[in-house]
Each structure stands twice: as structure tokens, then as C-alpha cells.
């Protein structure tokens, strides 16, 4: 198995450095990022909200009584309480995210909520498909993939994904899929870089994680957080970018940045709607319902197997 300090190395040691978009989420990136999710440039969060509370009592309609829901990325669990409360006695809630401190601080509270729910987290890759805890047998599985983390994928990896949930979840399953649809940038780019700083905050943290896990000597201070919209492949890419010639060393390794020269730590791809079930095509899925918000900004897709 591939470990960190070799995804680090591997990623920095390429002709365009990158870092796996994962490692931002530690338990400080955890908190930076539900921040951002509360920012006013950030629309993604409120208008994906807005539309799972229009939309919650169809979902839970198809998702029938007793049903196993199953989230991926979880992270603070937010969204998942508009579809437990709209659901029809939910035999189970099983989150699943990389970040330990995220699931250990949102089961309490939802436990504390829903006394009567079994809420059993699962830390793990979503891409790499986690084992799920035993259920009873019989519970329709609605697996729920908000935030447009599916903006963060490449192709191939959406395909893989949605291959492995589907023969996850099962044959009469349901996947809730939240996607970002294309925009003008205007409106894209300070929802990655806000007024505040949150976002640069939040992308900078990345290398206080390497420099703590990997004993690594970033100096954080001379990088800077830029988000770049990439028209031909439609997304924002999130770079920090160095301000002066320097060395940076990791487990042995020396890296040498260039003044201008950036890392690429993540993707945010915006989708059309025609692009999306392309996506779909072949991975065990069908979309039965599409909802968006009135000025067609957001997705919350309802898939099928068919």
C-alpha cells in the first residue's frame, strides 16, 4: 500500500507539483472547511441545502421505511439531518470519511439527536471501498454523496466510484449525488478565495500537515493560496503558489520551487447536466430524478439501479 510520504514525494517530484487533495482534511482542515461552508461567497453549501429541504420528503419517499443511509465524505454530517428527519424510521446511519476528528465529533451530536438511530462511522477512502458494518438484512442502502465532492474526481475515478457503490449498495438502492454546475467565474472564484481568507487558510494547512506528519520544513508563510478557473476542463483548481526561490525538504527528499512556481492541491470540476449522465453511462446507475435551485446553479441528482 502506497503510504503518505510516498504520495507526498511522488506528487512534489512531478514536472507540475501536487499534493492528494485528502491531506487537506486533518482535523484543523476539517474545521477550516465547515467554515467556508457558512461563507457568504461560498453558494455551493446553502443552495445544494435549499434544495435537499424542497426536495427531502421525495427522497425519502423513494427511499422507503427502515432505510440504511450512507454517506460518503461525511465529514460533519450537516446536510444528512434534512434527509434523517424526512425519512421514515431510519434503521441506520454509517458515515464515512478520512478525517477521524470529523466523524468522532458529529457522532455525538447526532446521537444526541436521534437517540434511537445506530450511527456506526466507518474511517476510510471512499474511493478505496470500506468494508461496511453488518446490517440486518432486508433495509433498502441510500448512499448520499453531497457537497459536489464528485467535483473533486477525475472521470476515471468517478467511474470507479460509482461502479463500487453500486455494488455496494445493492440492487434496489438509491444514490443521492450533489453536483456544481457550470457558472460564470465571476461567481466561482471568490467561493475559493473569499474576502476573509478562510479558503487560503484552509489550503495553506496542508503543509502544516506535511511539515507535522512527515517532519517536512515548509515555510508556509512564503506560499500563497490562488484559485485558478480552468475553462477547457471546466473546474477551479486551488494552487499555492511560491513567493521566492526556495528549498524544501521531506523524509530525505530536497524539492526546489521556482518564485511563481505552484503546488496543485485540488479540483473543484463544475458539470453540465448532459456531461453528467455521460458520466453515468456504463456505472450501474440511472438518474431518475435531477432537481436544481431556480437559477440552475446546483444538482441534487436521485440515481437508481435500473
Known sequence: MTS????????????????????LYDEAGSDLFERITRL?????GRTETAILRQRAADIAGRAGPAAVLIEYGAGASVKTRILLDAMEQPRAYIPIDVSV????????????????????PVVANFLQPPALPDMPGGQRRVGFFPGSTIGNL????????????????????LLVLGADLRKDPGILIPAYDDEAGVTAAFNLN????????????FDTG???HEARWNDRLSRVEMHL??????D????????HFGAGESIHTENSRKFDLERLRQLLAGSGWSAADTHTDDADMFAVIVLVRP
Open 4 to 23: 503518505i510520504l510516498d504520495e507526498v514525494v511522488e506528487g512534489l517530484a512531478s514536472p507540475r507539483k501536487a499534493l492528494p487533495c485528502k491531506l
Open 40 to 44: 457568504p461567497e461560498y453558494y455551493l
Open 101 to 120: 476528528d470529523a466523524l468522532d465529533k458529529a457522532k455525538p451530536l447526532l446521537q444526541n439527536d436521534y437517540p434511537d438511530l445506530e450511527i456506526r
Open 154 to 173: 477525475s472521470d476515471e475515478e468517478i467511474g470507479t466510484f460509482l461502479t463500487q457503490a453500486a455494488g455496494q449498495l445493492g440492487p434496489d438502492a
Open 206 to 217: 496542508i503543509l502544516n500537515r506535511i511539515n507535522r506528519d512527515l517532519a517536512a520544513d
Open 222 to 224: 512564503s506560499f500563497r
Open 241 to 246: 503558489v511560491s513567493t521566492i526561490d526556495q
Open 248 to 255: 524544501v525538504h521531506i523524509g530525505g527528499h530536497a524539492f
